[in-house]
């Protein structure tokens, strides 16, 4: 299976629309949104049937209880993160808590227990044909990176003969960035023409090359500054990267993305020049001798 990674350095670029044409244009029979953060692939793609979904457990957390507990206020006094605290009796706030285990260590009475806590939720669609792994971090959980490893290795594993798959990144190069390079064969970068996009874009750039990964950009909404896409090729050029298109501003992709549409299900100029990126991009992840 050959992995094909799509990120930006920042968010609003237009990377999840490309992700979504490409899988489109691909008929992809794998393919995971790894923004876990805030998924939006299933918007787009437009699955019938639903998903398969279970709990997925992160960090510990601590939990007390009230049987046991003789309010010697040890936990609390020893917890950096004051997530302990007592009304009528002493509880632990789960959003502020970090796991350390400090509380049930100093415990005297064993009141206190690190248990496993629900961080997100693992969702994977599939008809016989097609596979999309993707998942929901909750609110307030640390663990995103761990949950975007748990969502390729679903992809992988319900789809272990597919030839290609594409994976939607999350903007950034945090947690869930990294957990999405590791093992890709190749990564898209969709860069934007302004001061912040190309800043991001070259952030982005960095932190793939430290995985060896082959990588490539592309500009959306060029046309928004011709001088700013020009400092983008420039810089490409003189970092030995394969650039590999332009794609236009075009109102018809918002319309159509807003309709539940992919760019390249419509006559548009941005679905034309992204149909050129798509075939340019299979060129450099399938040639030979290619990672």
């Given at each position: ?25 691909a ?5 995971a ?60 706030d ?80 945090g ?24 800043s ?46 332009r794609?236009?501003f ?23 020049a ?7 991009t ?10």
């Amino acid at each position: 299976m050959k992995q094909l990674l799509i990120l930006s350095g920042k968010g609003g670029t237009g990377k999840t629309t490309i992700a979504s044409a490409f899988i489109k244009l691909a008929d992809a029979k794998a393919y995971a949104d790894c923004d876990v953060d805030a998924p939006n692939l299933h918007l787009i793609t437009g699955w019938s049937v639903k998903p398969a979904k279970k709990d997925y457990y992160g960090l510990p957390k601590a939990v007390i209880d009230p049987e046991l507990c003789i309010k010697c206020d040890q936990c609390r006094q020893n917890c950096r993160f004051d997530a302990i605290s007592i009304d009528e009796k002493y509880k632990v706030d789960h959003f502020a808590c970090e796991g350390c285990g400090v509380c049930e260590y100093v415990c005297p009475v064993e009141a206190i227990t690190m248990k496993p806590a629900v961080a997100g939720e693992l969702m994977l669609y599939s008809d016989g044909e097609k596979v999309f792994s993707t998942a929901q971090l909750k609110m307030g959980s640390g663990t995103s990176g761990m949950l975007v490893t748990e969502v390729k290795k679903q992809m992988k594993a319900a789809a272990a003969d597919a030839e290609l798959a594409i994976i939607d990144g999350s903007p950034g190069i945090g947690c869930p960035v990294i957990a999405s390079l590791s093992g890709v064969d190749m990564v898209l970068i969709v860069a934007e023409p302004s001061i912040s996009g190309i800043s991001d874009m070259e952030r982005i750039i960095n932190t793939a090359a430290k995985f060896g990964t082959k990588t490539a950009v592309c500009i959306n909404k060029y046309d928004t500054s011709i001088e700013n896409t020009e400092k983008i090729e420039r810089f490409c050029k003189k970092q030995g990267l394969p650039f590999i298109g332009r794609i236009p501003f075009d109102s018809n992709a918002v319309k159509a993305i807003n309709n539940g549409q992919t760019v390249v299900d419509i006559d548009c100029i941005s679905g034309t020049a992204v149909k050129e990126v798509y075939h340019k991009t299979m060129n450099l992840l399938f040639e030979k001798g290619g990672g």
